[in-house]
């Protein structure tokens, strides 16, 4: 059984009219329909056959010749030219193609592709531009009107026999067939014919030898002799050459007989015995006098000699092949694609991909380290993804590149040892060629500038176009793995900075927590503080009062004494009275009888005195009862105040008691509280503090979407979100050679983009915005603060030398204190208990709270991160 592809077969895909095998996602440029097969002047395959069904004697990399290549129906003349170039190069087509089986139709060929080298296994089925005899056609029905018996034998000799009847490239050789399937492996690598259609000669080199290619505009040549010496004389042996020209101009014209926007090859370069400079070129349509110089030194001029004919070994006549003249030739071609060979096996080469999120705005910053343990020469490349692999989900983002090299630690714009040479055409990669590199550690600072075409579909929209049909999508299937294998050498970089930042994030929240909770920790404490005050100034003012209090007492008891001693003096003074009161009865009628006249004169004034001195007696006796009630507080437990007491308790009750004074207050407020610190309380709060506004009106429902979003923003497309999977690869005779990329491991700088860099000096926009002067600015102030901080970081250093021994104390007083802290949070801010009065003096060291308090209890959240390697705040891997 001869092999048949099952995931890319030409013949089924072509008779189901499906066509994934020579569309792309989304785009169909050849239309396959009953109408379109049956139809003569449609540009399109008409049938499918194997190679032993086509060629009469097909033969296999027999004789490869760069001049046997010959375009198709498809716009690939860059891929062509790389052919022809590559065939030229001993052995360069054969290493494409690992293994093949010719009696089998099997053939497996490996392209170099974003850095690494894959796999592309074919069958031997080929696009014809006829259908078959069994099919209706117009050249059947021609045929059929001659009368002959072996007609279609006839048809298929003329129709579909040898490389004639391919529709796609083919050989000159018409029983030659590496062309044809060399083009059809690279197409299916890129997942259809049509994906093909338009490219770089350099970007085809690349792929097919694995080279690193560079622009250059001829008008760019410093040294032209140089040039022609070190590099064109060296075409087929360490260098290739592609060139072009009005690409520059977007003209599709002639210029002598050279077609504009069209791959030629250079094939070869000679200096004549004469010192005369020329140059062999091949357009690679394979057509005779058509694309090719008609100017000096073209087939038939007069500058043709039999010496230079066969000292050059040309023949008038060869298809698509013409020589011109080096000056000529730098002043008719405008581009030329030199792609380098590393041919000597000792080169080595080290890669690394990371994930790139682009800004608005470009900058350059620090994302790869090489280090280098010998001089010798260097090559770098600086690569984005080849997006022809996955063409209809390459969305609207287009990138370009661009770098420099600087010595580790010298990142200035002025101490860059090279950068990449801007590419205008090329964009897929940058590149520079040093011939002698000293050996040490360089860094590489890269810019990725993103330009955005909103009306191309993005990633998503193409997903749900093709996924509207809710019907079974091979070709989406196909080209959305080709997506994701190639964006997914940037996953483990881009998950790599989503860690840090989560960590960073997770820190910022960590530092954020526990900067709420020592402010909230320092309120509790200078509450604690000024309520502590303020206790202690009411007991202050208690025990005032109740010395006054106190005082007032022994005040009333001294008065109270005086009077009780008055009152027995008088009382002895009227003892004599009562006793000549007691005389017998007639002494005392002669007596009244002698005295009664004077008395019967003056009787209002004695009822007037015992009625003052009653009214007297009664007023003392409730001063004093009430002056004992307001004082018994204040003098309980006095024994001044307790004898005081049995004293009157023992006065007889017939002795009518002193009036004591008027009552004064002992107070002089309502409550125990004397007047707030104000002071201290407004410590307590900031202006800092953000206050909620009281709600004038309750919330009213939801907001619909148009509600929430102004009219202006309707229409506008998706927010900006470009991810660039960027590739570095260096080459060098190093064997120790080592490639690292830059992870920054403290503050994630635009992005996880890495340490800034600054702009270049010939930045237009940079000079013409005056931030040169700027830039200098800030970096002498980074200086500043650089040195600050290394003072800060030897005092504390030593701080912390001192700050060993209190360790364990810290650590007991920690505990008291996290403990009386609770015990303190349960009550209210503003009642005070009278056993924490008790601790008035006692006092809490803040470093403890943050030991109690720090974020290495929360789960996922470090709250210290680790030292990075080296001292630094940069992470190597």
Known sequence: MRYRDPGW????????????????????????????????????????????????????????????????????????????????????????????????????FVFYRDGEWIYSIIDDKLYLKSPCWDSPSMQRDLLQQIDREDVERV?????????????????????????????????????????????????????????????????????????????????????????????????????DGISEGHAYVIMEARTLKSGERLIKLRNPWGKIRKGVWEGAWADGSKEWTMEVQEELGHHFGNDSVFWINYDDFLRKYQHIDRTRLFRDPAWRC????????????????????????????????????????????????????????????????????????????????????LPDMPAGEYSIFMSVTGERDTSLPSVEDVVKRECRKRVENDKLVQIGSAYDLAHSKGTAHLEEVARLRKLKDQQRASESRQKERRKLWERRHLNREITKKQTKKNNEKRDRRKAKAEEEAKKKAEEEAKKAAEAKK?????????????????????????????????????????????EKSSEEAKEKTASDDKSKDGAEGDPKAESKKDTADEKPVAQPAPAPPPAQKAYDSDGDSSDSPVEDWEELYSDDDMVRKPRLAPAGPPKTREERYESDEEGLPDPWNAICIVGVRVYSMDEDLEVRVVMEGGELLEG?????????????QVNAGGEREKLEADSTAEDAKIETAKMQDMAASETVAEGKED????????????????????????????????????????????????????????????????ETNKELC
């Open 570 to 614: 008088k009382e002895e003074e009227d003892t004599p009275q009562k006793k000549e009161a007691e005389k017998p009865k007639d002494q005392a009628v002669q007596t009244d009888a002698v005295k009664e006249e004077p008395k019967e004169g003056k009787p209002d004034e004695a009822e007037t005195g015992s009625s003052e001195g009653s």
């Open 9 to 108: 077969d030409l013949d089924w895909d072509l008779k189901w009219e499906k066509g994934h095998c020579l569309n792309t996602l989304g785009h169909t440029k050849w239309q396959l329909s009953r109408s379109t097969l049956s139809n003569p002047s449609a540009s399109v395959p008409k049938a499918v056959k194997r190679v032993h069904e086509i060629f009469e004697k097909p033969t296999f990399m027999k004789n490869v010749n760069g001049g046997d290549v010959k375009q198709g129906s498809l716009g690939d003349c860059w891929l062509m030219a790389t052919l022809t170039a590559l065939a030229n190069v001993e052995g360069g087509i054969e290493r494409t193609c690992v293994e093949y089986d010719t009696r089998i139709g099997i053939y497996g």
């Open 752 to 764: 996880g983009m890495g340490k800034k860099g600054e702009a270049d000096l010939d930045n237009a």
């Open 155 to 255: 048809y298929r000799k003329t129709y579909q026999t040898g490389s004639k009847a391919l529709f796609f490239a083919q050989c000159k050789d018409q029983n030659e067939t590496w062309v044809p399937l060399l083009e059809k492996a690279y197409a299916k690598a890129h997942g259809d014919f049509a994906s093909l259609a338009g490219g770089w000669i350099g970007e085809g080199l690349e792929d097919l030898s694995g080279g690193v290619t560079t622009e250059l505009l001829t008008s760019d040549i410093l040294d032209v002799d140089g040039f022609w010496d070190n590099e064109l004389s060296k075409v087929n042996e360490e260098f290739l050459f592609g060139c072009s020209t009005g690409l520059l101009d977007g003209g599709y014209g002639e210029r």
């Open 350 to 433: 080290a890669q690394r991909w990371i994930g790139v999120e682009v800004p608005w705005k470009s900058q350059f910053n620090e994302k790869f380290q090489i280090k280098l343990s010998k001089d010798g020469p260097l090559c770098l490349v600086l690569s984005q993804l080849d997006t022809r692999y996955f063409k209809g989900l390459q969305g609207q983002y287009v990138f370009r590149i661009h770098f420099r090299i600087h010595e580790r630690g010298r990142p200035g714009a002025e101490d860059y040892i090279v950068r990449s040479h801007g590419n205008y055409l090329m964009d897929r990669s940058v590149s520079i060629e």
């Open 807 to 870: 360790v364990k104390e810290c650590d007991k007083r920690e505990n008291d204190d996290a403990t009386k802290e609770v015990n303190e949070d349960s009550k209210s801010e503003g009642s005070v208990d009278s056993d924490r009065s008790a601790n008035t003096d006692k006092t809490v060291d803040s470093t403890e709270y943050d030991k109690m308090d720090s974020g290495t209890s929360t789960p996922e959240v470090i709250a210290t991160p680790e030292p990075t390697p080296l």
